[in-house]
């Protein structure tokens, strides 16, 4: 296993083994041999072969062309062993509800899962309190508490709580909601969004009004105009990155079994839609380890010098998916290998609450997604924000979701349909029962891309060189395809990297080739609409949802706000998140300004 300097030390800090002393017990690869081993156990459940599954999941971990989401890392084979990310728990209108949500929330932070909540239930603040003959306090007011609470839980130890709260667009108290993370610190442990109907989108339209309902009484309270709730999300987002939006409607229209309920909330990145009381467990393949005959756009090697081309010649090689460097067929058996290694995890898992085990073992959800998009695009030439990038994601993303489909039919024979099976959209006539209601998500990514060493979820580049926070440590990252290509085509120097150094991009830098600038545009570079039609791209071969930042530049208005949010409701995004490069919400990534050990970060 070739591990970058920055993975080493995510691994050190999160993810290995550690005794008393809080010294790691065991290596990287006696971690994955650690996940192999634990996972492959379920195969005793089916008569399958444990010893050889542990080794086949050992070797698509250690090429780092698949990982779990990181629970699956942290805590496989370990007594608390809590393999999945994304939750949903239910938070009704009464006391019992809110506080008992709270502390089952509290043992899911402390696996290092994450929480999602919808409080569209509870009654609007200064509502009727019955038993006490006092008012209502109203929902915000509880997220407040469950920020502090979360406020004081490491996740695992070494992961910072995540929660994800969601109030419906026709809540009494939207505006409060909406407007809840504009003081600087408020809800920091919360994303938040907006759960918007398809009525409130014909209302906004129309130039209409729409009702606010009480959800104690289900009666409406008065009306309001669309165009003014709309505007105060806008104006907030524009100032804060918060809220985002779900198109709920649009979530429920491909909910796999709605026989169960309707779907409310996602976990904290929105990429995983759950029912009340729902898992799931997630894991992502690094696209970049896909390619074929890079030749010069492959990255510089360790010692600093050219990575030497690859031995096959053929350009021109079509592979079995009929697109030029890819490896349809590699990814074709890892897929399989992957969805297995997931439903597994499933049966392997122990679970914090009974009813969460009923639930996920009831649907087997799992959510396979991909690392590394914007590598990919890099080492086939192919610009970002392109059409051809985007038909290329349909391609791609429409080749795996078809691939894990025809691996959980395959699994379904085998071992049996999902519980809920009968009755779920997938319950057709003529169709091959399933073993997992849904199969596909994209996720963040945010630090299994480092362990990989690749590009985040399907996020373009965002800077050439930038610093990471992650939890007291500063990550330096300078692009290793960008310093690869700068030394093969010859117009590579250390006064050239300074510059892109204290740039972040490649705008304006004279030394660097223009289609060089195009292929490696980086986030803020590229247009809303660009990244919406990305987001877009994938969705419509994702069973689960797509987690993707629509960045926009520190000059954007509140129009382009609106005209992103909208946008990606008409092209079929399940929901969107947006942030102005500049924003009071605090990022992880941050551009470098000055490096004095530019040797250490371009080997």
């Keep these: 296993m070739e591990l970058s300097r920055n993975a080493r030390k ?49 070797g698509l971990l250690t090429s780092l062309k698949f990982l779990p989401n990181s629970p699956a890392l942290m805590n496989a084979g370990k007594a608390m062993g809590q393999l ?23 043992g899911i932070l402390q696996s290092g899962g994450g929480t999602g909540f919808s409080f569209s239930h509870l009654r609007p603040r200064s509502d009727l309190v019955r038993s006490t003959m006092g008012v209502a306090s109203g929902p915000v007011s509880f997220m407040k508490i469950y920020n502090t609470a979360t406020d004081v839980i490491k996740q695992g130890g070494a992961r910072r709580g995540a929660n994800m709260g969601i109030l419906r667009v026709d809540h009494p108290d939207i505006l409060d909601f909406i407007k809840a993370k504009r003081a600087a610190g408020e809800l920091a442990n919360f994303n938040i969004s907006v759960a918007v109907t398809d009525s409130f ?16 009484t289900k009666a409406p309270v008065k009306e309001v105009s669309a165009a003014a709730v709309f505007d105060e999300i806008v104006s907030c987002a524009w100032e804060t990155g918060d809220p985002g939006l779900i198109f709920i409607d649009v979530i429920n229209r491909y909910n796999p079994t709605p026989r169960l309920g309707r779907i409310e909330s996602t976990n ?24 074929q005959d890079v030749g010069p756009l492959q990255p510089a090697s360790n010692d600093g010098s050219k990575a030497k081309n690859s031995k096959n010649k053929n350009k021109n090689k079509k592979t079995s998916g009929g697109k030029p460097g890819l490896d349809f067929a590699a990814l074709s058996a890892d897929v399989r290998t992957a969805v297995r290694f997931l439903d597994n995890a499933i049966d392997v898992n122990s679970y914090p609450m009974a009813e969460i085990e009923a639930m996920h073992k009831g649907n087997r959800k799992v959510g396979l997604g991909v690392m590394g998009w914007a ?84 996020e373009p580049i965002f800077k050439i060189a930038f610093k990471r926070l992650v939890l007291d440590s500063e990550l330096f990252d300078v692009n290793k395809y960008f310093v690869g290509m700068a030394k093969a085509r010859g117009f590579y120097s250390d006064e050239l990297m300074q510059e892109v150094i204290k740039k972040g991009s490649l705008r304006g830098i004279k030394d660097v080739p223009r289609d060089v600038k195009k292929l490696f545009r980086t986030a803020h570079e590229i247009a809303p609409e660009g990244h919406i039609e990305m987001q877009a791209a994938f969705q419509k ?53 000055e490096l004095t050990n530019l040797a250490d970060l371009v080997d």
Aim: net charge neutral; charged share 20%; aromatic share 8%.
């Design 201 to 216: 989108i014909e209302a906004l339209e129309k130039g209409g009004r729409y009702s606010l309902v009480n959800p104690r």
């Design 84 to 106: 999945a990310a994304c939750f949903v728990l239910p938070v009704e209108d009464s006391m019992a509800s809110i506080f008992g949500t709270l502390k089952n929330a509290a």
């Design 375 to 458: 590598d990919l695009l890099v080492l086939l030439g192919i610009q970002y924000d392109s059409q051809e990038a985007f038909s290329l994601a349909e391609e791609v993303m429409g080749f795996i979701n078809d691939e894990a489909h025809k691996a959980s039919a395959a699994l379904a024979a085998e071992r049996g349909a999902f519980p809920n099976f009968e009755g779920s959209i997938w319950d057709r006539p003529g169709a091959k029962p399933l073993r997992n209601a849904t199969l596909t998500t994209i996720a963040p990514t945010g630090t299994i891309s480092i362990i990989a060493d690749c590009s985040s979820g399907i």
């Design 541 to 593: 071969h994702t069973d689960n949802a797509v987690s993707k930042t629509i960045n926009l530049p520190r000059n954007s208005t509140r129009k382009d706000v609106a005209k992103a949010y909208l946008l990606a409701y008409h092209k079929g995004c399940k929901g969107i998140t947006v942030f102005r490069y500049g924003t009071k919400r605090k990022g992880t990534l941050v551009r470098l300004t």
């Design 10 to 58: 995510v691994l050190r800090a999160r993810y290995l083994l550690k005794d008393e002393h809080g010294e790691p017990t065991e290596t990287p690869g006696e971690m994955m041999r650690r996940v192999a081993h634990h996972i492959a156990q379920a195969e005793a459940d089916y008569g399958g072969d444990a010893g050889l599954w542990e080794e086949l999941f050992y």
């Design 268 to 291: 904290p990145c929105g990429e995983q839609p759950l029912l009340p009381n729902e898992a799931c467990v997630l894991g992502s393949l690094n696209l970049s380890k896909y390619v």
